[in-house]
């Protein structure tokens, strides 16, 4: 895994390299998230309104569906 940014310029936006395991964990984990908490206690424990998260997670699934299979 590896961090990018510029330290010039205020962080408005990071570049994140992952493995695609370190992607997998990362998408389950939102959706656990989605799952395990209701829409009331979301904003108050995760800090973002569910519908982001969703976002978020479906723009990740965009990315994993365009990588090549390679069968293990």
Same mark, same amino acid.
Request: glycine residues 2%; without cysteine.
């Given at each position: 895994?590896?961090?990018?940014?510029?330290?010039?310029?205020?962080?408005?936006?990071?570049?994140?390299?992952?493995? =695609?395991?370190?992607?997998?964990?990362?998408?389950?984990? !939102?959706?656990? &998230? @989605?799952?395990?908490?209701?829409?009331?206690?979301?904003?108050?424990?995760?800090?973002?309104?569910?519908?982001? =998260?969703?976002?978020?997670?479906?723009?990740?699934?965009? !990315?994993?569906? &365009? @990588?090549?299979?390679?069968?293990?």
């Amino acid at each position: 895994m590896q961090l990018e940014f510029d330290p010039e310029v205020p962080v408005a936006e990071v570049r994140l390299t992952l493995s =695609v395991d370190e992607l997998e964990i990362f998408w389950s984990s !939102l959706r656990e &998230t @989605l799952e395990a908490l209701d829409e009331r206690e979301f904003h108050t424990r995760v800090g973002f309104d569910p519908q982001e =998260v969703r976002r978020v997670q479906a723009e990740l699934a965009r !990315l994993m569906n &365009t @990588l090549p299979y390679v069968p293990s």
